[in-house]
Structures are given as C-alpha cells and as structure tokens.
C-alpha cells in the first residue's frame, strides 16, 4: 500500500508541476490592426459604450439592427446606433460617398487604372434618406496586370462610421462621422486558409508579400477628418472642394511590417495592473488560447514582449491603410447623466480650417495622434522587434507631412520660416543612426526619418525659427569646415575655432 501510495504522490507531484507550468506562460500576439481594419461588409448596430482607443473611435455593442428605425434596437435604449459603411462604387445611385477609382503601381512601374470586377459577398444597405444615412456596400475588387501580363487582384475597403447618438433628455443627435479609413490589400481569389471574406463565392486570403503603389479617389459627403494616420511609404493627399463634402486622392507605397507572437511568462502582465487583467491572462493560460493585445495597449507591453520573445519577428506583412478621427458628442454614462464630447486631436488642430496632416510608418505599433509638446519637443513613440524572422535587423521608416500654421501653433511661434532638428534615440536614450530631412515647402513642413533599427525608438523633433540658425568655424589639422544649424556642433576629430 504504501508503494501504491508512493506512486500516486509522484504522479500528483508531476501531474500539478506540469499544470503550474502551463499556466506560467501564456501565448500573445500583438495587433497591428484597429477594430475596424479587418472589416470587408457593412452593418448597422446598437452601440452600448463609446470610446477612443489610440486615437481612434470605439464602439462596442453586438446587436445588429435593420435600420436606424429597428424598433428592437431603438427599445432597449441604447447609447447610439452606428452604421459601419463600406464605400461603394460612385454610379448614379450613389453620387457621395463612394470610390471613383483606384490605380495601382507595381514593381516600380508606373500606375496604370485597376479594373473594377465587383463587391465582396456580405452584408450591405441602402441609402436611408430620412435619416441622411448613405448606402452600405462591401470591400471593392480590382484587377491589374503587371509587365509580365500576370493578373494580380486587389480589395479595396474604403471605409466610414455614420452615428446617431443619443442625447439628454431624449432623441438623438443628427448624423456624426467619427471616423474614416482607407485600406488595399493585395489579395489571393480562390484560396485555401483563413477566408478575409468571400468574392462570388470563393475564398479570398491576403497576399502578404510583394510590394505595390496605389492611388485612390473618392467623393465624401463630410469633409475627412484634419488628421491621417497609417501604414504606407511616400503618402500624399489632395482635395478638391465640392458643393457639399471633398473630393480626396490619396497615394503612396504599401509598407513591410514585421509581426510577432508566441509564449510569454504570465507574470509579464502583472507589471501593469491597469491594462489587461490577471483574470484574462490566466484564463487564456489554463484554457491554451491567445491573448491579442490591441493597438491601444501595445505600446506599454512592446518592451518586455519584444524581450520575452527574443526580439524576433515571427512573419512580415504587407500593408497599405490610412486612418483617422473626427470629433463627435455621445451620450457617456448613465451615471455621469451627461453628454460629453470624445476624440479630437487637441485645439490647433480642431481650430484649423482645412486638413493638417498625416503621419505614415511601417512600424508594429506607433501612437497615431498628432504632434503634441512634450518638454520642448514633439515626439512619437514607435516600436516594432529588431530582427525579422530571417534574423536581419529591421529597417524603420517614418514620414510626417504636416501643415506648419498647426506646428507654430503648437509651438506658439511667429509666422517666419521653421527649422527642425530631428533625432531617433533608443529606450535607454542614446541616439540611433538615421537618414533624417526637413523640408518646409508653400506651408506644409516634411518631415522624413528612415534606415533607423527598431525596438522602441522615439522619434523627437525640435521646431525653432530658421533665423536662430547659426554657423560655427570647425578646424582638423589644415582641414576647415563650417557647420551651420540652431545648435551647431564640430563633427568627430575637429576642433570649434572662432
């Protein structure tokens, strides 16, 4: 007996070891999408809490409504109701708000016009006049071929939220547009794997590699939010005014970005007892299911992921989108009994007339508002793990294209002519290697950071009048140079004279 004893303790030891194992780590995958990029069909449903998540719009509710007058959704007294709109092509049911084209570039050629071949199969609605609601279509397809006559297809998901919130004492507000989103994925027709979504009943995959250019046109009713977001290289933006809303064009070149995921200590997330909770963690790490971390939180948990996870990449994608927020007035809380206002991107931005800017990168996560001050400098905060799978390093890129009126406005400077003085340091705060250029051109400041290593740099920026730019005299041996800048120093080995 007390053999048999002996062997049930062991195997219990063991057994209780191996559970408590299993529960130390936990597996994660860090998202590089809002909760928004992966929708490819529209809907209308009733929103029971309103937020922003990195700058960006968050409704939650999982009740599908009708309509805007779905009796069972407008009953249950929800906070809002939110018609998340797929753009459809521009024809004559559908004058705004709509797609006017799409051209694609490949291989550096040039940009030839994609063939329309139709929508994605899914959920669409029509137009709702009576509550100025636009009609909902699904993801738009298109076709081009390269030099070598190969067709190669495209999804195009031109995006928008229209919300109808609820406001004290009763009723709901008009129309609100909160939120925009353009995005074009290289695609795969009659795949195997994990379906985007259907197209004439076939299986439709991303195809995550092989780069590409794009251009595309749309007419929104509402003007764009003031200010963009996104994964691309290159952007750039145009409008042309309409009686009522823009015309807007929007390039540039789809970017690589390094993804990761894998097994994690538990004990990771304890470190930030105001993100992801215990409970969610140790439940995912009993159960064996993936905790995904949301563009939101990711920036706190970058580092020690990055670390855990031997900063390695696990895949590299492709992506071409641009986002962005306008501010809208929502019904908060039952308890606050209070209207509030959510979003917005700070007054020098929302005071400006016209668009101010966008930010493009292919990094993992990066913060996605506009600039603000911190200190004496504006700065973004970027991470994405050194290494690709191939254990090269990352290669970081980083283009700011912004108004200057807003950049003096935030800085509180003269309308004279900017400087910048740019600089990509590393957690620790030791400068990294950086391609860096500032152009300021008929009032818009370029701002272009590249060939940096990644983890989680921090790109800072210094704005001064260009007329503090001062020159200094620098001498080695019977080598002489002149150094000019806002703070100038002597390069290596050289000596400062008067």
């Given at each position: 007996m007390k053999k048999i004893g002996l062997l049930f303790s062991i195997l219990a030891l063991v057994l209780s070891s191996t559970q408590a194992i299993a529960a130390e780590n936990v597996s994660v995958s860090i998202g590089v999408d809002n909760q928004n990029d992966n929708v490819y069909e529209s809907e209308i449903?009733?929103?029971?809490?309103?937020?922003?998540?990195?700058?960006?719009?968050?409704?939650?509710?999982?009740?599908?409504?009708?309509?805007?007058?779905?009796?069972?959704?407008?009953?249950?007294?929800?906070?809002?109701?939110v018609a998340t709109t797929i753009l459809p092509l521009c024809n004559a049911e559908n004058k705004s708000n709509c797609l006017l084209l799409l051209r694609i570039g490949i291989a550096g050629g040039d940009k030839v016009e994609a063939s329309y071949l139709g929508s994605a199969d899914g959920n669409k609605f029509p137009s709702d006049a009576a509550n100025g609601i636009s009609a909902g279509s699904t993801s738009s397809i298109f076709l081009v071929k390269d030099k070598d006559g190969v067709q190669r297809y495209f999804a195009l998901t031109a995006q928008i939220q229209q919300l109808k919130s609820r406001k004290l004492p009763v009723g709901y507000r008009d129309v609100q547009v909160p939120y925009f989103s353009v995005d074009i994925k290289e695609i795969n027709l009659n795949s195997l794997g994990q379906c985007l979504f259907l197209f004439k009943d076939k299986c439709v995959t991303h195809k995550t590699t092989g780069t590409f250019s794009a251009e595309v046109k749309l007419r929104l009713s509402n003007d764009p939010p003031k200010w963009l977001a996104g994964r691309m290289a290159d952007p750039t933006i145009k409008f042309t005014k309409l009686a009522q809303?823009?015309?807007?064009?929007?390039?540039?070149?789809?970017?690589?970005?390094?993804?990761?995921e894998g097994s994690v200590p538990t004990s990771l997330f304890a470190k930030y007892p105001r993100g992801i909770t215990s409970q969610m963690v140790n439940t995912a790490a009993q159960n064996g299911t993936n905790v995904e971390i949301d563009s939101g939180l990711a920036i706190m948990y970058a580092t020690d992921v990055f670390t855990a996870l031997k900063e390695k990449s696990t895949k590299v994608v492709n992506f071409w989108n641009i986002n962005g927020s306008s501010p809208f007035t929502a019904f908060c809380a039952e308890d606050l009994q209070v209207d509030c206002l959510q979003g917005g991107s700070g007054p020098c931005v929302e005071q400006s007339k016209d668009f101010v800017g966008l930010l493009a990168t292919n990094a993992l996560i990066f913060n996605r508002n506009p600039p603000r001050l911190i200190g004496d400098e504006i700065q973004f905060l970027l991470a994405s793990p050194h290494l690709l799978p191939n254990s090269q390093a990352t290669v970081g890129n980083f283009n700011l294209e912004a108004s200057s009126s807003m950049l003096r406005c935030i800085y509180g400077?003269?309308?004279?002519?900017?400087?910048?003085?740019?600089?990509?340091?590393?957690?620790?705060?030791?400068?990294?290697?950086?391609?860096?250029?500032?152009?300021?051109?008929?009032?818009?400041?370029y701002i272009s950071v590249n060939n940096f290593s990644f983890s989680v740099p921090k790109i800072k920026i210094k704005l001064y009048q260009?007329?503090?730019?001062?020159?200094?005299?620098?001498?080695?041996?019977?080598v002489k140079k002149s150094v000019s800048g806002v703070k100038p120093t002597c390069p290596k080995g050289y000596k400062k004279v008067a």
């Open positions: 449903k009733k929103v029971n809490w309103i937020g922003v998540n990195n700058g960006l719009p968050y409704m939650y509710g999982l009740q599908k409504c009708e309509s805007f007058n779905d009796l069972d959704c407008l009953n249950s007294n929800p906070v809002g109701i809303g823009k015309e807007v064009v929007i390039s540039g070149a789809s970017v690589a970005v390094p993804l990761i400077l003269p309308d004279l002519p900017l400087f910048a003085e740019i600089s990509v340091v590393n957690d620790a705060g030791i400068e990294k290697i950086a391609t860096k250029s500032f152009l300021e051109k008929k009032g818009v400041s260009s007329k503090k730019r001062v020159t200094i005299n620098c001498v080695k041996g019977k």
